[in-house]
């Protein structure tokens, strides 16, 4: 990576025993391999980043590493917990942020962190302070009153994320975080989650379209392809690892995931796409 992209570089220090553990985890529809033997380990405290056209298999991983959605076979472990068999647990350590909208707009900010308070079964005399300082980490207090359904779209992200961490987990899964925000409400959802990570040590997983994110953010990247991680390490790793020399970030996707960034996809990706996007103003 270029010195000096990376905003948190002084941050590695956090990093230590893995926290996800994937074992050849494999998910099939009928006879379409979705996911294919995925093997992957990540560090806690680390922002790793899962890249891939549409229909790589991302979403998919997500999925299956969230309990939402069992793998065909194989393995993977949060925070030492088994995805399959130990799903509960699982879901008392992370934090997930899927790409449709998952807060209530006929209730105020406060009032949607307050039923995931209950939720995540925080104490009862925990659970207002505990709100309040969700809603001032992410800069929504002077908001918290207000309806969601007001909100602008990097509004309701920041949103997302306070209730997604109110319990504080070791994991947070975020599934194209910033798909549908203009450049400044990408970069304030960005500086929350480069905050939550330098506060909390929460380790972050992500999918994202946009490679200058990575590039910016991430301590390691995959890319995959056909359900297959194509390729992982580094930015500067990935960039170095084409014919020996050095290539831009697009270029090495172009490489290993078989097309461009913005090559399209599916005509029921590129729906929820911009129903998401439309969703957040």
Same mark, same amino acid.
């Given at each position: 990576?270029?010195?000096?992209?990376?905003?948190?570089?002084?941050?590695?220090?956090?990093?230590?025993?893995?926290?996800? =553990?994937?074992?050849?985890?494999?998910?099939?529809? /009928?006879?379409?391999?979705?996911?294919?033997?995925?093997?992957?380990?990540?560090?806690?405290?680390?922002?790793?980043?899962?890249?891939?056209?549409?229909?790589?298999?991302?979403?998919?991983?997500?999925?299956?590493?969230?309990?939402?959605?069992?793998?065909?076979?194989?393995? !993977?472990?949060?925070?030492?917990?088994?995805?399959?068999?130990?799903?509960?647990?699982?879901?008392?350590?992370?934090?997930?942020?899927?790409?449709?909208?998952?807060?209530? /707009?006929?209730?105020?900010?406060?009032? #949607?962190?307050?039923?995931?308070?209950?939720?995540?079964?925080?104490?009862?005399?925990?659970?207002?302070?505990?709100?309040?300082?969700?809603?001032?980490?992410?800069?929504?207090?002077? =908001?918290?009153?207000?309806?969601?359904?007001?909100?602008?779209?990097?509004?309701?992200?920041?949103?997302?994320?306070?209730?997604?961490?109110?319990?504080?987990?070791?994991?947070?899964?975020?599934?194209?975080?910033?798909? /549908?925000? =203009?450049?400044?409400?990408?970069?304030?959802?960005?500086?929350?989650?480069?905050?939550?990570?330098? #506060?909390?040590?929460?380790?972050?997983?992500?999918?994202?379209?946009?490679?200058?994110?990575?590039?910016?953010?991430?301590?390691?990247?995959?890319?995959?392809?056909?359900?297959?991680?194509?390729?992982?390490?580094?930015?500067?790793?990935?960039?170095?690892?084409? =014919?020996?020399?050095?290539?831009?970030?697009?270029?090495?996707?172009?490489?290993?995931?078989?097309?461009?960034?913005?090559?399209?996809?599916?005509?029921?990706?590129?729906? !929820?796409?911009?129903?998401?996007?439309?969703?957040?103003?």
């Amino acid at each position: 990576m270029v010195q000096g992209r990376r905003k948190h570089t002084d941050l590695r220090v956090l990093m230590s025993d893995i926290v996800l =553990d994937i074992s050849v985890l494999t998910r099939r529809f /009928g006879t379409f391999t979705a996911v294919d033997a995925l093997t992957l380990a990540v560090n806690g405290g680390e922002v790793f980043g899962l890249l891939g056209s549409n229909g790589a298999g991302k979403t998919t991983t997500i999925k299956m590493l969230t309990t939402l959605l069992r793998p065909s076979s194989g393995e !993977a472990r949060v925070a030492g917990f088994s995805i399959t068999t130990q799903a509960v647990r699982v879901r008392r350590v992370i934090g997930y942020v899927p790409q449709a909208v998952s807060v209530d /707009g006929s209730l105020t900010g406060y009032e #949607n962190l307050l039923l995931f308070a209950k939720l995540y079964d925080l104490p009862r005399p925990e659970r207002k302070a505990r709100v309040n300082e969700a809603l001032e980490f992410m800069g929504l207090t002077a =908001d918290g009153g207000r309806l969601v359904g007001e909100y602008s779209g990097g509004m309701v992200r920041r949103l997302e994320i306070a209730q997604s961490t109110l319990h504080r987990p070791r994991v947070l899964f975020l599934d194209e975080p910033t798909v /549908g925000l =203009d450049p400044i409400a990408r970069d304030a959802v960005w500086k929350h989650l480069t905050d939550l990570r330098s #506060n909390y040590g929460t380790t972050l997983f992500f999918t994202t379209h946009y490679l200058e994110e990575a590039e910016t953010h991430c301590d390691r990247i995959a890319i995959m392809h056909l359900g297959k991680v194509a390729a992982l390490g580094t930015c500067k790793e990935l960039e170095s690892s084409i =014919d020996g020399r050095t290539s831009t970030l697009n270029e090495v996707f172009a490489h290993y995931a078989g097309g461009t960034p913005d090559s399209g996809g599916t005509f029921r990706a590129v729906s !929820a796409e911009r129903a998401a996007a439309l969703r957040l103003g």
